[in-house]
């Protein structure tokens, strides 16, 4: 079957009628009356409009519009033959989705599980305190500051009464704590982990001059 392309040469050979002539009679831009005629259908404008034309055209030509028609689509459907072509899906298998944002919310999911599972102690567990002065839950001193000290883990959060202490990279911790003269004065020591629990240890300084 002869296509689109040598079907209108040949008429237009055979009628002595060129692409200027054509293009004024039928008002078809002469841009898409080369791109017929060379059989480069990608720059023609979409079916509907190409359907129009070649109507316009049959009619200048005086022929059969459904012929040219169908010779277009016939040439369309073997210039994207096989383009399209795909392997039958396995009609049991689940679909596939290729949304970006879906596989990067898995990837982060899967990221975030993994880390918790190493930091969960880090992040959920119980704190540690180590208290090196006064080592014992009750003391007695002679002098009116006494100088507590001791260890916690570095990532925690220490409080010694309602004041947060700073500790150094190692968690080790010093503070001078005044007292009042006499045996009421107790020295709350409070750690918190984030998202974890919290311990509290009070130490009771009798102050006897």
Do not use: C
């Amino acid at each position: 079957m002869a296509t689109l392309s040598e079907t209108l040469k040949e008429i237009l050979d055979t009628k002595g009628i060129t692409l200027e002539k054509l293009s004024e009679s039928t008002d078809i831009p002469k841009r898409y009356l080369d791109a017929l005629i060379n059989g480069d259908l990608a720059k023609l404008p979409p079916a509907p409009y190409v359907r129009g034309y070649l109507v316009k055209i049959a009619k200048a030509l005086r022929i059969d519009n459904e012929e040219l028609w169908q010779n277009y689509n016939n040439e369309v459907s073997l210039k994207t033959s096989g383009q399209n072509d795909k392997i039958s899906a396995n009609r049991f298998a689940l679909p596939i989705r290729h949304d970006k944002r879906t596989i990067l919310f898995i990837i982060i999911l899967i990221s975030v599980i993994i880390y918790l599972t190493f930091q969960w102690d880090n992040i959920f567990g119980s704190p540690k305190l180590e208290i090196i002065n006064p080592a014992v839950a009750e003391v007695t001193v002679k002098d009116p500051i006494i100088k507590v000290s001791g260890r916690i883990d570095p990532k925690d959060k220490l409080i010694i009464d309602t004041e947060e202490v700073v500790v150094d990279p190692t968690g080790w911790f010093e503070k001078d704590i005044p007292l009042d003269q006499g045996p009421n004065n107790n020295i709350v020591f409070t750690v918190k982990r984030f998202l974890g629990k919290e311990i509290t240890i009070i130490r009771k300084v009798n102050y006897q001059p």
